[in-house]
């Protein structure tokens, strides 16, 4: 089973700022890698698939990068919106799915 | 507009039983393989079990193996989750997720809004 390990656990920024989350996988899952968005009471929400591609709807202010083991989600402008709970996933080797723990986006 | 609506959920004691279902509308549901998902209070997400678009291929979480069967209907565009002789961590948010085929990688792209199952014990 493919482990996925996201950091920080909670990371602070104030609005209008640049937020950078980072997942690692404990093998190489290529670039099959997706990032989901979720909010207090409400199901995931696809943001990022393909390690890179943004998903239908999504803001340009979000991009995704990497390869591999190592991924990183970045949100340049911080809207009020954006401040939730961040998942990494991987499927590239499956079943299972897996996910990173999960990062906490806070208003700083 | 795409869409997943979850049911069946509910207070449950440990040992017992409870049927799952998940409603799509807005796309060709038998073109596409589903997912359960859960989460547990406060915590991360976990998946469940998969069901391919024909049901030929189904997977299994090992938390689940041998308690747990999805299955689906395609003519009544309808994804279920049977889960037997429940524990107290099975308790959850249950969400249904449309799996999407990309160059022969299966990611989840549709999410519902998931249904409540808590144990009573």
């Known amino acids: 089973e493919i482990v996925m390990t996201q950091s920080p656990a909670t990371l602070s920024v104030s609005p209008g700022e640049r937020a950078t989350l980072s997942c690692r996988a404990s093998?190489?899952?290529?670039?099959?890698l997706a990032w989901y968005q979720q909010k207090p009471g409400q199901a995931p929400r696809l943001l990022i698939y393909?390690?890179?591609t943004r998903a239908t709807g999504i803001p340009a202010r979000f991009s995704g990068s990497g390869s591999g083991t190592e991924f990183t989600l970045t949100i340049s402008s911080l809207q009020s919106e954006d401040f939730a709970v961040y998942y990494c996933q991987q499927y590239n080797n499956w079943p299972p799915y897996t996910f990173g723990q999960g990062t906490k986006l806070e208003i700083k | 507009d795409v869409q997943l609506v979850e049911s069946g959920g509910g207070l449950v004691q440990p040992g017992g039983s409870l049927r799952l279902s998940c409603a799509a509308s807005g796309f060709t549901f038998s073109s596409y393989g589903m997912n359960w998902v859960r989460q547990a209070p406060g915590k991360g997400l976990e998946w469940v079990s998969y069901?391919?678009?024909?049901?030929?291929?189904?997977y299994y979480a090992d938390s689940v193996k041998g308690r747990f069967t999805i299955s689906r209907d395609n003519a009544k565009n309808s994804l279920y989750l049977q889960m037997n002789s429940l524990r107290d961590e099975d308790t959850a948010v249950y969400y249904c997720?449309?799996?999407?085929?990309?160059?022969?990688?299966?990611?989840?792209?549709?999410w519902g809004k998931g249904t409540t199952v808590t144990g009573s014990s």
């Open positions: 093998q190489s899952v290529n670039s099959n």
């Open positions: 997720a449309r799996v999407k085929d990309y160059y022969s990688y299966y990611y989840m792209d549709v």
């Open positions: 069901i391919s678009s024909s049901s030929s291929t189904i």
């Open positions: 393909g390690a890179s």
